[in-house]
């Protein structure tokens, strides 16, 4: 019987973007200075080293093959996509792969550095000046073009494999197998779609681990509202200026029954953390890894009160070059009316002193 040309183009498909995850190497794990008295070990998973330079070319990789294994995507599929920014870019990478055409949705406040990257992998940008009509926007393109709307959102938790399968949980407990605390006592990362989130808290649950996961929450998003209150309907309807993490509403993929806490985080604090990572480690990051930081450094201060010892593990989310203009921009934080220098003050306070209020 001769296979249908359907098949074998998505044979292909999946075979190429399993060779491009074969040929990257795994992402490194660093560790972040703390006073050895402390007994507190705190490790950096830089994601932005992968191919297309933060965590969402794994969400992007996953996405894309969900959608063919489903029988979702053909030869001809324009891929659709609602998002802040990095996943797009990631998608927009896959898609040239592919050959296929690729269209985001994307807020006008999103940073030229990151259009700039989508372009340059082939996608188009289509703007929105209400980011609450990104994903009505996503639908309606796709529905008219006879595209795929990838909906990171709603998919993010379901496609990637929260099992294994080399999903970012599986490599970092790989990667801490050596160290001196192996298993962490908490996990600190933001949740933009929610689904890095609940791969590591149903990982942890699955392999039986004694670890707890904390999410941390920018100004103007939803998570930390709709967790508080228990309702799934929660929004803000506002913006957030923490590009990657901050959402207007309670997004699909977000499981909140995986979460052990939550951590509201102050953008200007998330911009000094962002900045005193930089000028300690060299590592340029964006806002959201500033945000990761603090929700880091909150936890430990917390294990430090309670005399406990052990490791945590947050996450680099993506580059600090795409965000030269702004988070790296003093003129940019001063014309949002952001003072970092109260932040700044804490998180040195807390590096000299182990508390942070």
């Known amino acids: 019987m001769t296979t249908p040309a359907r098949t074998l183009w998505a044979d292909e498909a999946i075979r190429l973007i399993e060779a491009d995850g074969n ?8 560790v972040f200075p703390l006073p050895s008295e402390w007994g507190i070990d705190l490790y950096l998973k830089d994601e932005s080293v992968h191919p297309t330079g933060s965590l969402k070319h794994r969400l992007a990789r996953s996405l894309i093959l969900y959608g063919l294994v489903n029988g979702l995507i053909g030869p001809e599929t324009t891929l659709v996509e609602a998002s802040s920014g990095s996943t797009a870019v990631s998608e927009a990478y896959f898609a040239r792969m592919l050959g296929l055409d690729f269209v985001t949705v994307v807020p006008r406040s999103t940073s030229d550095e ?9 996608g188009r940008c289509h703007f929105v000046d209400d980011p609450t009509r990104m994903y009505d926007e996503a639908a309606s393109i796709a529905s008219g073009s006879g595209g795929y709307y990838l909906d990171q959102f709603t998919l993010a938790e379901r496609a ?10 599986e490599s970092v407990f790989s990667q801490m197998a050596l160290e001196r605390f192996p298993i962490p006592s908490w996990i600190v990362v933001g949740a933009g779609t ?19 996961v904390a999410v941390v929450d920018p100004e103007n998003s939803a998570f930390f509202g709709g967790w508080s209150t228990g309702d799934p309907g929660f929004t ?3 913006p957030s200026r923490i590009e990657g993490i ?14 052990d806490r939550m951590i509201p985080v102050a953008d200007a604090g998330s911009i000094a953390a962002a900045r005193l990572l930089r000028e300690m480690t060299r590592h340029w990051a964006g806002g959201s890894t500033g945000t990761n930081l603090v929700g880091a450094f909150r936890v430990i201060a917390d294990m430090l009160a309670a005399g406990e010892r052990g490791s945590v593990v947050t996450l680099i989310c993506d580059g600090g070059e795409r965000y ?16 970092l220098a109260p932040h700044r003050a804490a998180l040195e306070r807390f590096l000299a002193t182990g508390e942070l209020a």
């Open 23 to 30: 040929r990257s190497a795994d992402t490194h794990l660093h």
């Open 114 to 122: 990151k259009v700039a990257l989508i372009e340059f992998y082939g």
């Open 160 to 169: 990637t494999d929260w099992r294994g399968n080399n999903n970012i949980a």
């Open 194 to 212: 929610g689904g890095t989130s609940a791969t590591f808290g149903r990982y942890v649950r699955y392999r039986r681990h004694d670890t707890r």
């Open 236 to 238: 803000t309807g506002a």
């Open 246 to 259: 901050g959402r207007p509403r309670m997004e699909p993929s977000f499981i909140p029954s995986v979460i």
């Open 324 to 339: 030269e203009g702004t988070y790296y921009s003093d003129e940019w934080v001063a014309e949002h009316g952001l003072d």
